[in-house]
């Protein structure tokens, strides 16, 4: 078994005998376990459809102890056989598991139904890149797996990718793809940014007007917020509750968990086009705003009123009916105050709670809808700027945990408050950023991150030592889409450098400076078969493609940035 082409790096491999192949053929059965019967449907619908084998229901089930020579009872005419260990979980966890592959079998061995998932995703890598496809390529009767033995089993249990559907509409299809190559590279929660000023993704049945005026804006700023330029033709798209209902049931069928974000007081200027009462309205004629069709922070926030209290405490009771996970992440973001301090019910409300100025009202919102989330059971997680206005002190609500997007000091602050943290600072994490100098990249914004910086990025920074170290639930990188109009973007930005990202989630590297980007390199060079199969168009290594540059006619850009020179 050659360990050097997977992507995530797992944790120990095993080479049994050099050069041995385990043969799949039609003939091959799968067997699956109590508890492993979605992991046997994703075999059977993804390397199933790219084989062409099919992998029918197998009879007995693996007695062989792991490891062993192969002898193991009623599976001696071979098969892949999909089976839950207590042993794997006491030494790798539910997300862990065993593989192995001798002359005639394949075992996966999870610690949970999680790690059996995670050990298909290794499997289907071992069967080389045309299983990734979506069905034959041509006559083959056997597919062939390496012997050896692996053992696997994740860093971190918080494995993430943010989608900003907001800013531009990423359709269900496009969505639904996007958590197949989560599950490829083993990711484990979809965070869905729903809401912000330039779009309302989300169908909620109280409040009709959400989706009916909040989904949809009449034009898009073209490129950077500076720029002269306008797409002018309207843009949006929301999920229905059904679609929503869809997505998370696909999303929990390969063990990944969809965290939705409702973005409050902050980026709300679509939610309050569509309900005005929302808004400032002794500042501002609220009933004139439309959804933003520009990017950058909106002074135009929610108003720290009982109705914007209730509306959201309903529009929550929808949102927890749909995600059943336990974390649901309010933004908290970017929330200036200056329409605060002209309105004289926000001053009212400062005074009437006591509070020492309109600084703290945001605080005192996500602390209300902190505790209302705890009262049902669930969790808060919002942008590091829920550490602010004296929230800290006062107390975050339990359970309470923060996305450290603004570098890594606001997750080493709310851990060493007790709080949990998930680690995606945009300096090394936000991948709408540039991935090389180069004046012909598409997205000329944001730092310069590239394959190799993303590697080098450490969740857990030095400063964070024993217990406050174990509050990094782990890491995630954030696609923001204000210049990513389709999927092509999307992928081009995302990919290869998604394939980086997981790997500093899933495995247990060396810290930067010693971690091995050579070694990954040489394997990205099989994981960009595996992306070709799929259908990802990544930045190639070389650079963008032609039509990947960024747009522009004789060295001028069409997106009003600055010309090439
Ligand atoms: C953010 O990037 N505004 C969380």
């Given at each position: 078994m050659d360990p050097t082409h997977l992507i995530p790096a797992p944790r120990s491999t095993h080479q049994v005998l050099p050069g041995a192949l385990c043969p799949l053929d039609a003939t091959t059965p799968l067997a699956a376990g109590p508890g492993t019967e979605p992991t046997a449907r994703w075999l059977r619908a993804?390397?199933?459809?790219?084989?062409?084998?099919?992998?029918?229901?197998?009879?007995?089930?693996?007695?062989?102890?792991?490891?062993?020579?192969?002898?193991?009872?009623?599976?001696?005419?071979?098969?892949?056989?999909?089976?839950?260990?207590?042993?794997?979980?006491?030494?790798?966890?539910?997300?862990?598991?065993?593989?192995?592959?001798?002359?005639?079998?394949?075992?996966?061995?999870?610690?949970?139904?999680?790690?059996?998932?995670?050990?298909?995703?290794?499997?289907?890598?071992?069967?080389?890149?045309?299983?990734?496809?979506?069905?034959?390529?041509?006559?083959?009767?056997?597919?062939t797996v390496p012997c050896g033995a692996i053992e696997d089993a994740p860093r971190f249990a918080w494995r993430g990718l943010m989608l900003d559907v907001a800013r531009h509409f990423m359709p269900k299809g496009d969505l639904l793809a996007y958590i197949d190559l989560m599950a490829a590279h083993k990711l484990n929660v979809l965070h869905l940014h729903l809401t912000d000023d330039q779009g309302w993704r989300l169908e909620i049945r109280r409040y009709p007007r959400l989706t009916e005026v909040g989904a949809w804006r009449e034009r898009t700023k073209l490129g950077h917020r500076a720029s002269p330029l306008w797409d002018e033709r309207p843009h949006g798209g929301y999920y229905t509750q059904d679609d929503i209902r869809e997505i998370v049931a696909y999303a929990a069928a390969r063990y990944i968990t969809v965290v939705p974000e409702i973005d409050m007081p902050g980026h709300s200027q679509a939610a309050i086009a569509a309900y005005p009462e929302l808004g400032n309205t002794d500042v501002i004629d609220t009933a004139s705003l439309g959804v933003w069709t520009t990017w950058g922070i909106n002074p135009n926030v929610l108003s720290p009123t009982d109705t914007t209290l209730r509306f959201y405490e309903n529009v929550l009771d929808e949102v927890l009916e749909l995600f059943p996970g336990t974390f649901v992440h309010l933004g908290g973001d970017e929330c200036p105050r200056e329409q605060w301090r002209a309105s004289a019910t926000a001053?009212?409300?400062?005074?009437?709670?006591?509070?020492?100025?309109?600084?703290?009202?945001?605080?005192?919102?996500?602390g209300h809808f902190g505790r209302w989330l705890a009262e049902r059971g669930r969790r808060l997680i919002g942008w590091d700027e829920i550490l602010e206005g004296g929230a800290l002190e006062a107390g975050?609500?339990?359970?309470?945990?923060?996305?450290?997007?603004?570098?890594?000091?606001?997750?080493?602050?709310?851990?060493?408050?007790?709080?949990?943290?998930?680690?995606?600072?945009?300096?090394?994490?936000?991948?709408?950023?540039?991935?090389?100098?180069?004046?012909?990249?598409?997205?000329?914004?944001?730092?310069?991150?590239?394959?190799?910086?993303?590697?080098?990025?450490?969740?857990?920074?030095?400063?964070?030592?024993?217990?406050?170290?174990?509050?990094?639930?782990?890491?995630?990188?954030?696609?923001?889409?204000?210049?990513?109009?389709?999927?092509?973007?999307?992928?081009?930005?995302?990919?290869?450098?998604?394939?980086?990202?997981?790997?500093?989630?899933?495995?247990?590297?060396?810290?930067?400076?010693?971690?091995?980007?050579?070694?990954?390199?040489?394997?990205?060079?099989?994981?960009?078969?595996?992306?070709?199969?799929?259908?990802?168009?990544?930045?190639?290594?070389?650079?963008?493609?032609?039509?990947?540059?960024?747009?522009?006619?004789?060295?001028r850009p069409i997106d009003g940035s600055p010309p090439i020179v």
């Open positions: 993804t390397i199933g459809a790219a084989t062409g084998l099919p992998l029918a229901p197998g009879a007995g089930h693996d007695t062989g102890a792991p490891g062993t020579d192969g002898a193991h009872g009623a599976d001696s005419a071979g098969g892949v056989f999909l089976r839950t260990s207590p042993e794997v979980e006491r030494k790798l966890g539910p997300e862990g598991y065993r593989l192995v592959a001798d002359g005639h079998t394949v075992r996966i061995d999870g610690g949970g139904p999680a790690g059996v998932f995670w050990g298909a995703q290794t499997l289907r890598q071992l069967l080389g890149p045309d299983a990734f496809r979506r069905a034959p390529i041509g006559p083959r009767e056997t597919w001053r009212a409300r400062v005074r009437e709670l006591g509070l020492t100025s309109v600084d703290e009202l945001q605080g005192w919102l996500l975050l609500p339990q359970g309470a945990a923060v996305s450290s997007w603004r570098g890594y000091a606001g997750g080493i602050a709310a851990a060493r408050a007790g709080h949990d943290v998930v680690m995606c600072p945009e300096q090394q994490v936000y991948l709408d950023h540039r991935q090389a100098p180069g004046d012909d990249e598409p997205v000329p914004i944001g730092y310069v991150r590239t394959l190799e910086d993303v590697y080098r990025f450490e969740p857990v920074p030095p400063q964070l030592t024993g217990a406050d170290a174990e509050r990094v639930l782990g890491a995630q990188a954030n696609v923001w889409t204000e210049v990513m109009e389709d999927r092509r973007r999307v992928d081009y930005q995302t990919f290869p450098r998604l394939a980086a990202f997981a790997e500093t989630a899933w495995s247990s590297l060396p810290p930067p400076p010693e971690r091995d980007f050579e070694s990954f390199q040489e394997r990205m060079t099989a994981h960009y078969a595996r992306l070709d199969a799929l259908g990802v168009e990544y930045r190639p290594p070389g650079g963008p493609r032609p039509w990947q540059r960024r747009p522009g006619v004789s060295g």
